[in-house]
T-cell receptor, first 111, second 113 residues
Framework: EADIYQTPRYLVIGTGKKITLECSQT?????MYWYQQDPGMELHLIHY???????EKGDLSSESTVSRIRTEHFPLTLESARPSHTSQYLC??????????FGPGTRLTVL | GDSVTQMEGPVTLSEEAFLTINCTYT??????LFWYVQYPGEGLQLLLK?????DKGSNKGFEATYRKETTSFHLEKGSVQVSDSAVYFC????????????FGKGTTLSVSS
């Protein structure tokens, strides 16, 4: 079944740790996105990719980095987590412009 | 720049009430317009879309009409159910094809029986 997966669903870590949030999709979509969702539910685009070896920064300045070595995989890495990184992170993919498929999200808490 | 403005929530309704969630936009060119829904603990799902002026998108009893003259895309449903309780996001495509959507801030809907 075509789908988009995110792991872990929940993560609690200490300050200074390096973490990677995983995102994989089985739909063969070229375009993928990372959003940060604040407690007020607003979505902020932090990274996107048009295809393999393509990555761009989004609207919200983020200390995270992404890579796109395979079409299906778009991981997000924080080299040194801080409490200000506490948030919900949503991954999405699309083929048609505007029609995005979202993963269930990773809720990150940095202590 | 392009933007989306949604009515602030929360919107609290009784079951079978009529729902309207207002959405207006500012955009250059001719964007496509979308409504997404986020149920508790889940990611967003596409609810409906409209790609040109006067198009009506519909799904699961929800409707929205692309009004270019008023730059609006209001979401409506004639009779809401408890299961409709969720956060609703209005969105439009950016000027550049292939880039991400511009989302409104979301409107929380709570329906009680």
């Amino acid at each position: 079944e075509a789908d988009i997966y995110q792991t872990p669903r929940y993560l609690v870590i200490g300050t200074g740790k390096k973490i990677t949030l995983e995102c994989s999709q089985t739909m063969g979509h070229d375009k993928m996105y990372w959003y940060q969702q604040d407690p007020g539910m607003e979505l902020h685009l932090i990274h996107y990719s048009y295809g393999v070896n393509s990555t761009e920064k989004g609207d919200l300045s983020s200390e995270s980095t992404v890579s796109r070595i395979r079409t299906e995989h778009f991981p997000l890495t924080l080299e040194s987590a801080r409490p200000s990184h506490t948030s919900q992170y949503l991954c999405a993919s699309s083929e048609l412009v505007g029609e995005q498929f979202f993963g269930p999200g990773t809720r990150l808490t940095v202590l | 720049g392009d933007s989306v403005t949604q009515m602030e929530g929360p919107v609290t309704l009784s079951e079978e009430a009529f729902l309207t969630i207002n959405c207006t936009y500012t955009a250059t060119g001719y964007p496509s317009l979308f409504w997404y829904v986020q149920y508790p603990g889940e990611g967003l799902q596409l609810l409906l879309k409209a790609t040109k002026a006067d198009d009506k998108g519909s799904n699961k009893g929800f409707e929205a009409t692309y009004r270019k003259e008023t730059t609006s895309f209001h979401l409506e449903k004639g009779s809401v159910q408890v299961s409709d309780s969720a956060v609703y996001f209005c969105a439009l495509t950016r000027n550049q094809a292939g880039t991400a959507l511009i989302f409104g801030k979301g409107t929380t809907l709570s329906v009680s029986s």
